[in-house]
């Protein structure tokens, strides 16, 4: 992702989820927020400092974030601080049952608040690695 950041975090997420389930890998989506109380704090990528979100969205798999801004995969531990210059834990948003069985049955895109997406925004063709995976 030289260009600039296109799409957005939910996307690329279950982009890349799809294609680690299709290699036979348990895949997750992992959500990061960064928050003061009630206030949602910015998460601001090094990499694109033009972009801010309160909410992002990152495919995992065992202990690795796959991600493009990250550029390859890295270890969920340093994810958020290599990323966004932050120390936030990765949470679980969907586990690899639920994300498996939702991309599975078409429902994935229900899994991300009030954000609607159409199946083929979800969809990444199968490429080689280094084209879809970071």
């Not at 299709?22 to 959500?31: C, L, R, T, Y």
């Not at 270890?75 to 969907?94: K, S």
């Not at 159409?118 to 063709?125: A, H, K, S, T």
Request: hydrophobic letters at 40%; a neutral charge.
């Amino acid at each position: 992702m030289t260009g600039g950041y296109v799409d957005d975090c939910a996307i690329h997420a279950v982009r890349i989820a799809r294609l680690l389930i299709e290699d036979g890998v348990a895949a997750w989506i992992g959500k990061l927020v960064r928050q003061s109380g009630d206030v949602r704090l910015p998460l601001i990528p090094r990499r694109f400092p033009d972009h801010t979100w309160t909410t992002h969205y990152v495919a995992c798999a065992g202990s690795q974030a796959y991600d493009p801004i990250a550029g390859a995969p890295i270890a969920i531990d340093v994810y958020a601080r290599e990323v966004f210059g932050v120390d936030v834990t990765v949470e679980t948003h969907l586990d690899a049952e639920a994300t498996a069985r939702r991309i599975a049955n078409g429902e994935i895109r229900r899994s991300f608040g009030r954000a609607v997406y159409r199946e083929d925004q979800l969809r990444c063709p199968r490429s080689t690695p280094s084209d879809s995976r970071g």
